[in-house]
């Protein structure tokens, strides 16, 4: 146990997979990059890990007040997210590809704009709301620590995983480019994680 959190190995994990997901905050990192370097790709970064802590602690205050209030209620909340998970991952796995989003990136103020687009996905919440039950664990919970650690590991392996992202966008552009399928099969393996994942939580309680 460590800090009140479940399994913190499968936890660091989870965020490592979920960072892979297609989505406007990697096609905003990769076109950032594209048009001011590696310095703009990391301040989108920043905006992006900005943006994401913001949103967390919003779904923070939602699951610490039903551990709080309705302790027996939060074993439900726990089972609707590992549902949520699997829900999901088949979405990802049975949507029809299409083309990616269209993201108007400006050149200059790239933490700002970057920041300004995970802000505006509110999706964010409700998987925040899901994804925290589910490593908590109610009888060592340490309370704002607990959510604090977990939001630190979010934000570090975020900042992580955009300088990898940065890093070969910037130098491997024009390959990166000729792969438009990479960003589908990338899809599926998510969505193929995020079942197994929400099955294992589930049957594991």
């Not at 039950?133 to 975020?158: C, E, N, S, W, Y």
Request: a positive charge; proline letters at 5%.
């Amino acid at each position: 146990m460590f800090f009140g959190i479940a399994d913190y190995p499968a936890f660091a994990l989870a965020i490592l997979i979920f960072l892979l997901i297609p989505g406007p905050g990697n096609l905003a990192l990769v076109t950032s990059t594209g048009k001011g370097g590696i310095r703009a790709g990391l301040a989108a970064g920043m905006g992006i890990i900005l943006g994401d802590q913001v949103l967390l602690w919003l779904a923070v205050a939602g699951v610490a007040a039903v551990l709080t209030t309705y302790p027996a209620a939060f074993v439900a909340v726990q089972w609707l997210g590992a549902a949520y998970l699997v829900w999901l991952g088949w979405r990802m796995l049975s949507a029809e590809p299409g083309a990616p989003p269209v993201l108007n990136i400006k050149t200059g103020h790239y933490l700002r704009q970057a920041m300004a687009i995970t802000l505006l996905n509110p999706k964010a919440v409700v998987f925040y709301m899901a994804f925290f039950p589910l490593f908590v664990d109610p009888a060592h919970h340490q309370g704002l620590l607990t959510f604090a650690v977990m939001a630190l590991t979010i934000a570090t392996l975020g900042f992580a995983y955009c300088l990898v992202l940065v890093t070969l966008t910037h130098t491997l552009a024009e390959r990166l480019r000729a792969m438009p399928r990479l960003g589908r099969t990338l899809e599926r393996l998510v969505g193929i994680f995020l079942i197994g994942f929400g099955i294992k939580l589930a049957v594991s309680r």
